[in-house]
């Protein structure tokens, strides 16, 4: 398959750098040029025609936990995927991550069909280092198809995405250099059904890229202060890149959907949104945010059981505008 060139998604700081395999992958927080939230962006993102993740009983998660995680870092991110019910939320509070995911589902498809509305954790596997803790992009979808076919530990499912989440001691090929996750879509042979992976890594790796607002970039002009994380760097920069993530493969899952430019440069629901977290965004500054009056960390939206969240801005096809909430 031809190589393209993929823009960084989600950044302060913006970088272009060329792929194998057709993968697009998200710098999701910065560069390393310059810090910048992005204001709103000039072009609307365009619909291509593809399929988009659209089935109204859900787009099933299945998580592949790749290495060790604390118990911390794991109950953050699977209280995260809780969160897109508003269910999980006791009391309800708003703005929530199910919130949020309701400017995604405004993304239809020929048919009008909505991206859905229902986002749900289905199954979690864990896996001790079997391909060692360093690895190639093309082995994220060989641990995919091996969870798959050979052990059968997860089923075949053709609305779900397959997220691969590497510890903080796992090298994963452009990973903290011009990546912080990256989604696409396989075969999985012998059934020979096309499904939908993603892997993001422990932004502990290179908080200052991977984990901004929550922590300094190692490269450009000061920015200012980093955030207090409400639920660690680590875990709560993944949470950011996760749900880029989410979005991207939503509504482009086979680089059909939903983009803007050029398919060779692509920006997608979230990356057309760099660096945007609340409203009055500019660049080295995320937006105005909530502030816990305890911990004095900073969020944008509630979660299940009791966790505050930062989520990316959102291209909006219908106001024309990012939006967080």
Known sequence: MAKMLVRSLFCPFIIVSTLALATWSYGLNQSRNQPSSLATSSTTVAYHGGPLLTRPSGINIYLIWYGAFSLKDRTTITDFFASFSPKGLVPRQEPSVSTWWRTVTSYKDKAHAPVSRIVRLVKQVGDPYSLGKNLKRAQISSLVNKNIVISNKLPVDSNAIYLVLTAKDVNVEKFCMDSCGFH???????????????????????????????????????????????????????????????AGAATNPFKTGYFQGDILAPLEAVSACPGIFGAGAYPGYPGNLMVDKFSKASYNVYGANGEKFLLPAVWDLVGLTCKVV
């Open 184 to 246: 696409d879509s396989v075969s999985v042979t012998p059934k020979g059904s096309v499904i939908v992976y993603a892997h993001v890594g422990d932004a502990v790796q290179c908080p200052g890229f991977c984990a901004w607002p929550y922590a300094v970039p190692a490269y450009g002009p000061p920015p200012g202060q980093a955030l207090v994380a409400p639920n660690g760097v680590g875990a709560d920069g993944m949470v950011i890149n996760i749900a880029t993530i989410l």
